[in-house]
């Protein structure tokens, strides 16, 4: 079955300081990639997604991914994060056009100001 | 801005009741889906809806849980009977009529605890 592996369910850091979350998936084919934020006390948000074209996305808040299909990767970086980037992230990846979304476990990213 | 509605927020019930949850998607979404996210993990599918055709179900225990879109706009996620092992945070999604790049919008989410 087709699964989303992310590296850190929990991660802290500095303010200024550099995010990289990592995701992997299971299937070999042909997939779309997502990234959602889920904000305190904020619904289930699309951060950025990849369906084909440049591997190297541009997200919303100054995030981007890398989709690296040789590694079946898709992670999440930001150069330098700021508190209001505190919130839960989750990957998701759908197999071809109009299949299922399945999400990792998320990572919560605390920011310490 | 359009946002997908639920209903209650928070519910409390005992083992062996019967809960419903209900959605509003956003207006002139034709899909829309229930997930189910257990604490610690990310959302898990239950049913999809295109209109009022359920188009994946696959996920959904179906000796207890049904969910329905009578005219292919709200819908209803019922439980019955809960266990405990059901409590979890319920949300809904919605997008508009299937497409390649389609978004998936989702709700507050309904959090049940089963006692």
């Given at each position: 079955?087709?699964?989303?592996s ?10 200024a ?18 990234w ?64 299922k979304?399945?999400?990792?476990a ?5 920011v310490?100001? | ?20 949850f ?6 002139g ?17 239950l049913?999809?809806f295109?209109d009022e ?35 979890a ?13 389609g978004e ?9 605890t089963?006692?």
């Amino acid at each position: 079955a087709q699964s989303v592996s992310q590296h850190n369910h929990h991660v802290i850091l500095s303010e200024a300081a550099s995010l990289e979350l990592g995701c992997n998936y299971s299937y070999g084919g042909t997939v779309n990639l997502f990234w959602y934020v889920q904000y305190p006390g904020q619904h289930l948000q699309l951060l950025l997604k990849y369906f084909s074209g440049d591997p190297l996305v541009k997200g919303i808040k100054g995030f981007e991914a890398e989709f690296i299909k040789s590694k079946f990767s898709f992670n999440l970086r930001k150069p330098s994060v700021q508190w209001s980037d505190t919130a839960e992230y989750f990957c998701a990846v759908r197999k071809e056009y109009g299949n299922k979304l399945v999400f990792g476990a998320g990572t919560i990213l605390r920011v310490k100001s | 801005e359009a946002e997908v509605a639920q209903s209650p927020r928070y519910k409390i019930t005992e083992k062996s009741q019967a809960v419903a949850f209900w959605c509003d998607p956003i207006s002139g979404h034709a899909t829309l889906y229930w997930y189910r996210q257990i604490l610690g993990q990310g959302p898990e599918l239950l049913v999809q809806f295109q209109d009022e055709s359920v188009v994946d179900d696959s996920q959904l225990p179906k000796d207890r849980f049904s969910a329905e879109r009578l005219k292919g706009v709200d819908s209803t996620l019922k439980i019955q009977p809960a266990e405990l092992g059901d409590s979890a945070m319920y949300l809904c999604a919605s997008s508009p009529r299937e497409r390649e790049e389609g978004e998936q919008y989702f709700g507050p989410g309904t959090r049940l605890t089963v006692t």
